[in-house]
């Protein structure tokens, strides 16, 4: 895992502890980028508005991230278990890589073909 994503991760779940919020982070790469996506989950959230659920993570992560690390967050996500659609929480689900087809062997870089005729 990129430091970004560790560091971010245990921010977020130590200091949202300390503030009597008991949440759980997940994370994705976004796929094609150098981007992440943050999920954090918390029945907390419940009694708070979006835009101060907002404001408490991205403290967090302003106060222990560079501005470089900032920039590689997609999103951040701020959920109630309700709100992610679960009663117990999973990580999302990633896509199985593609499977590369005969076809694809043959081509050149802009989907020609490799051989001229």
């Known amino acids: 895992m990129p ?3 560790d560091r971010l991760t245990e921010a977020l779940k130590s200091d949202l502890k300390e503030a009597g919020i008991s ?6 790469p976004v796929r094609r980028t150098r981007l992440y996506r943050f999920f954090v989950v918390s029945d907390a959230f419940a009694e708070m508005r979006h835009s101060e659920r907002q404001e408490v993570v991205w403290r967090i992560a302003r106060d222990h991230l560079t501005p470089a690390m900032q920039a590689r967050i997609s999103m951040i996500l701020t959920l109630t278990r309700e709100e992610m659609g679960e009663e117990e929480i999973r990580p999302p689900r990633r896509a199985p890589p593609r499977r590369k087809r005969r076809d694809d062997e043959n081509k050149g870089r802009f989907g020609g073909s490799k051989t001229r005729e």
Do not use: D, S
């Not at 949440?23 to 994705?28: C, G, M, Q, T």
């Open 3 to 5: 430091v970004l994503v």
């Open 23 to 28: 949440a759980r982070v997940l994370n994705e």
